[in-house]
């Protein structure tokens, strides 16, 4: 008794010494938990419960408490067998449990009395509804991964969970090399966890909810993603990603496949309209190329696993509305190549090592981003991208009641945006704001170096009484590091604007620039599941520290400004945070079978280095003038430039030191019902609140210093107000990121309708109807001003973020007779919204000193892009060879109706305004195989 006190004793003072520096983590494991009785409703303390099945490295065991209680923690995802034995009664099996990262499954015995030689085994089927959580998951395990047609990644697959929006819309791979922002229940984009194995592992550049990574798809054995209502390990209050790596077995297993398509194999679906409007190719892809194997097994049996995959992946695209000068279009073309390596140790049946090792190299030759629709090939990037990831994870049980997970891992990248082979020293960056046009190089030559280290652990204590119920407490940390660099050069140091093919401006750029950002994020949790009856209770308490500075760093001389040294800031920013999370499961009849939530939860936003980059005065800046060509050679010299209009960068911001950081309020009620077998269905309601959003305030420019120009929106033929810029401030700028206190005029409601069922009886279904509203005030993220009149005009009552009315989700397999299989995919999405803007220039009808500015025509969301439905569907046939080898040729068809909706335009005012830059992709066959052993 004194050791086991000792133990606690000593877990309990590493928990406060961690605290000190800590955040949380996800998990990575599942539960199992119940209750044993007499045949009389009576508690059975003291009974043996057994688990096992062949994810698990060996057997565990567990004693019911007083009150009949028992926990297993930390089972990773798969199929289990429970058994429960007692001296006077039958013992009790139950077989074929699943269980999935996350979830909690419920399975009680009610014990008969009789020889303990004699077993009994429980015919009831595997629980689905989780009664003693609150959170909103969706969990893709192994089938849902590999039978669904779809771009096989993390994003195509998020496009499937109910309710979730993204950027872009995947037609079998043609998005796969590129992330998408996501947006789910009215989270902002960017607040996205990439976890591997329960551990953040994102990219510690922008708003630090993006990833680094590009993930073999059949290198994961679940994809978990957490959207709402979460526990207070977890930080994120949008979609957090759990990759959860595939472990060996005590069994070789393997598989590999292959997918092909081709641009014979493309449909058209350019009507004449379309062609009218701009769009030249009907036929985008025009090879994609999806290869991968992997194969795993034991060392030593219960003891030692192995698993290994290996992908390439390979892309060849037409963009849709660019040409060449020769007259083809501009092509898009990437390759990926992904290696992944676990390991499995256990060091006695208590301890269990793992280790993760994953490298990607993603090579995009002609990546188009940033503010323009149409960039040729010469002025799109390069992206010529490795980046490694490594993880390791210590899984402890001290005693049967108190286990601790412990996680390491550490991610680096080198992230290129470089000028393309082509581009020479006299080449220059050349935008059009209104025709939406890049010419001659890209816009800078970038490189990005980034690390992020991560460390987290959790402790987990069961404990329960006949009175008091059972208790599962949680406590923990995680502490990160980020660092994040940026490398700017430029071919002249200038990037030059035309507004409609008339010069607007000349940018000079203070390039070179080697500038370095910092910050640190740790957290504490302590949670708890009390379950009282029918009834758990979770509550949580998060505290979150973040801190972000500024290194000592340099950056050479460049033509237009000098060299430059700077000392390390203090702390930019200082958050201290306490977030509670509070919800109630009722299992409303007992029978674990419907559940009755309510929660209430507080996210603080994730936040990277972003703000620290922002008032970084080595980081990329200048200042933008005036340039009229009065030689009308469309190339700029310093003879022409006129007065500065407007100066950029850290050199001109600072951040207020009162600035809080904003954080989201979300409540839920919702309802579950397994209704037959492992089918359930539910519906919940949700309402998110964001508030103390930041944004820039030009502190050097009042906003009394703005006068009202009367002019005609171009768009409405209606009277329209905009504002001149007093003379005399005319170029100062004095950047303060703040709170913005009239954002959180926000608010989304929503309702949602799910169906769910794992694989059985040959048929699996993932189902969602969301019907949504996001709306409130606009900002425009950090590159705002809401000193700035100008900006406000149109900015109330509008759609917010990826807003979309409905959004439903179909997602199911079927596997017929004689090994014939077929699956559906199908999405539908409401047209995101849009926002009209035009460019008033100065003129003797609306004079303006500030020679330009871009005006919101409409509130946002009055234009929408086109609504998507999208139907994918595959057919398989399935050759049986022996026990284990099974060989799967495979047809997909994606965008079964061939639709065409537009989903990207030009938004600017003017003679290219509403030509569509991105439609949904046609029709596509791809063929594949699939083996496995």
Known sequence: MKSRHCQLLLVCACLLWWATTVRAQVAVHGKITGVITDAAGAAVPGATVMVEGPTLMGKREARTLENGAYLFEALPPGAYDLTVSMRGFKTALHKGIVV?????????????????????????????????????????DLSLLQEIPSGRDPWSTVAQAPGATLTTYDVGGSESYQQASMSIHGSRSGQHVYAVNGLNMNWPGGSGGFTAFYFDHDSL????????????????????????IRSGGNRIHGGAAGYYTTRALNSDNIPGDLRNRGILVGLPINMLRDMTVNAGGPFIKDRFWWFGSYRRYDINESVLSVRRRTGGNVADIN???????????????????????LYNSQNRFFRRTGAFEFVDDQAAARQIEPAYILTGQWVTFLTPKLSIDSRVGYMRLLFPLSYQPTVKPTDLSIADVTLSTLTGAAQNNFLNPAQHWQVASTASYFAGASKSGTHNFRAGFEWGTYRNGNWFDANGAINVFFNNNAPLRVDLLNVPVRAKSIAHQSAIFFQDAWTLGRVTINAGLRYDRFVSFNPEQRSPAGI???????????????????????????????????????????????????????????????????????NGDRIPQPGEFGAVTGRFGGIVSRIDPDLQHPYSDQVGVSYEQQIYRDLRVGAQYFYRTHKQLISRRNMAVPRDQYTPVQTTNPLTNQPLTIFNQSAATVGRADFLFTNIEELDDNAYHGVEFTAVKRMSARWQLLAGLTIQRNKGLFDRGLGDDFNNPNLDINRANNYLDLDATYVAKLVGAYEFPYGITASLNYRHFTGQPALPTNVFRNSPTTPLNQNAVTVALLPRGELRFDSVDQVDLRFGKIFKYGESLRIEPLVDIFNLG????????????GPAYQRPSRILNPRLVRFGLKINF
């Open 898 to 909: 061939n639709g065409n909706a537009v989903t990207g335009m030009v938004t600017a005012f």
């Open 560 to 630: 237009y400004f000098p060299e430059r040294s700077f000392q390390r800031t203090a702390d930019l920013i200082t958050w201290n945070d306490v977030s509670p999370r509070l919800g109630a499961a009722i299992d409303l009849f007992g029978k674990g079978r419907g559940v009755l939530r309510g929660s209430f939860s507080r996210f603080y936003l994730v936040e990277g280095t972003r703000l620290a980059e922002a008032v970084n005065p080595n980081n990329l800046g200048g200042e933008s003038r005036v340039w009229t060509d009065p």
């Open 100 to 140: 999935s990262a996350g979830f909690t499954a419920t399975v009680n015995f009610a014990l008969e009395i009789g020889e303990l030689e004699t077993t009994v085994t429980v015919s009831d089927a595997s629980p689905v509804v989780d009664v003693k959580g609150v959170s909103n998951a969706t969990s893709f």
């Open 335 to 357: 390759h990926q190549t992904d290696t992944t390596l676990r390991l499995d140790y256990a060091l006695t049946p208590k301890n269990k090592l793992d280790f993760n090792w």
């Open 221 to 244: 054995g679940e994809f978990q993603v957490v959207s709402d209502h979460a526990p207070a390990e977890v930080g994120v209050g949008g979609t957090y990603m759990n990759n959860v």
